[in-house]
């Protein structure tokens, strides 16, 4: 079993910036991509960014240019830093993490429990 467990969503008013993180723990052999999507109530979840395990990124045409994920492997921690936030990206935030788990060598989704942001004056 593998848990995530995320950090740092708040209010922040527009054009500032938040920094979520996301811890995964458990047993793990390896972690490949990890992902950040978000939801806002009556929408569908939708894909913010991602980064590989060699380090590749790649956003939502809608925020390219102000968030940034990155990741700290040895700590086994994504992080997504959010500037220049707008209303529109109120939202709750989700981690995604594709895992190698140690038991089994097979490998597995999980997610973490999600983190509201809320961008408002």
């Known amino acids: 079993q593998v848990q995530l467990v995320e950090s740092g969503g708040g209010l922040v008013q527009p054009g500032g910036s938040l920094r979520l993180s996301c811890v995964a723990s458990g047993m793990i052999f390896s972690i490949n991509a990890m992902r950040w999507y978000r939801q806002d109530p009556g929408k569908e979840r939708e894909l913010v960014g991602y980064?590989?395990?060699?380090?590749?990124?790649d956003y939502l045409d809608s925020v390219k240019g102000r968030f940034t994920v990155s990741r700290d492997s040895a700590k086994n921690t994504v992080y997504l830093q959010m500037n220049s936030l707008k209303p529109e990206d109120t939202a709750v935030y989700y981690c995604?993490?594709?895992?190698?788990?140690?038991?089994?060598?097979?490998?597995?989704?999980?997610w973490g429990q999600g983190t509201q942001v809320t961008v408002s004056s």
């Open positions: 995604n993490v594709e895992v190698m788990d140690s038991s089994d060598y097979r490998t597995y989704n999980y």
């Open positions: 980064i590989d395990s060699l380090g590749s990124s």
